[in-house]
Nanobody, 123 residues
Framework: QVQLVESGGGLVQAGGSLRLSCATSRRTYGNYAMGWFRRAPGKEREFVAA????????YYADSVKGRFTISRDNAKNTVYLQMNSLKFEDTAVYYCAGELTGSYYATTSWRSWGQGTQVTVSS
């Protein structure tokens, strides 16, 4: 079973940047798709970004496109989310997702989830 651990969240002013990391506990090397979702206060979990197993295809929610960048380092079994030009509405708990079984965009398509890391953007 894949274990996912997020880190890098915190408090930042609007316009600032953060980089989130998601590390897996797997010892054996393998190809896998990874994703990022978030849950804002009073809202349901929503898609943020995803990356294919071969690092060729990347997908972003319209709300973050041009500001966020997803990347991966398979040698470290780690996926990153670089967040620039942060807005107040980006405030949420961010979750790393793995073990894709369907659409990149659907919460129900991912079998493994991290514990979440809080991102708070002040205005």
């Amino acid at each position: 079973q894949v274990q996912l651990v997020e880190s890098g969240g915190g408090l930042v002013q609007a316009g600032g940047s953060l980089r989130l990391s998601c590390a897996t506990s797997r010892r054996t090397y393998g190809n896998y798709a990874m994703g990022w979702f978030r849950r804002a206060p009073g809202k349901e979990r929503e898609f943020v970004a995803a990356i294919s197993w071969n690092d060729i295809n990347k997908y972003y929610a319209d709300s973050v496109k041009g500001r966020f960048t997803i990347s991966r380092d398979n040698a470290k079994n780690t996926v990153y989310l670089q967040m620039n030009s942060l807005k107040f509405e980006d405030t949420a708990v961010y979750y790393c997702a793995g073990e894709l079984t369907g659409s990149y965009y659907a919460t129900t398509s991912w079998r493994s989830w991290g514990q979440g890391t809080q991102v708070t953007v002040s205005s």
